[in-house]
């Protein structure tokens, strides 16, 4: 059974800074492409930023020059460090793995993350 569990999500002023993590069990985690999306309310889930097993890095628009997304394989962790934030990044941020090989996609509960003005 392949769980994902997020954390570091919490309440942060406009400007300020969060690190999110993904700590993934149950499953080689270098074999996986990782990511992380979120939804605010109201809104449909948006990819924020993905890395593949390979380090391959890729950003929405919005999450460019600000976010970083890394993974640290021999931790099976993901993480998104996350600056500058803005008032429209608050969301719930889930963390995503996929397989495209073997046709699986796994997602965690999500971290909530607020941006005060």
């Known amino acids: 059974q392949v769980q994902l569990v997020e954390s570091g999500g919490g309440l942060v002023q406009a400007g300020g800074s969060l690190r999110l993590s993904c700590v993934a069990s149950g499953t080689i985690f270098s074999f996986y492409d990782m990511g992380w999306y979120r939804q605010a309310p109201g809104k449909q889930r948006e990819l924020v930023a993905s890395i593949t097993s390979g380090g391959k890095t890729n950003y929405a628009d919005s999450a460019k020059g600000r976010f970083s997304i890394s993974r640290a394989n021999a931790k099976n962790t993901v993480y998104l460090q996350m600056n500058s934030l803005k008032p429209e990044d608050t969301a719930v941020y889930y963390c995503?793995?996929?397989?495209?090989?073997?046709?699986?996609?796994?997602w965690g509960k999500g971290t909530l993350v607020t941006v005060s003005s």
């Open positions: 995503n793995a996929r397989n495209g090989y073997i046709g699986v996609d796994y």
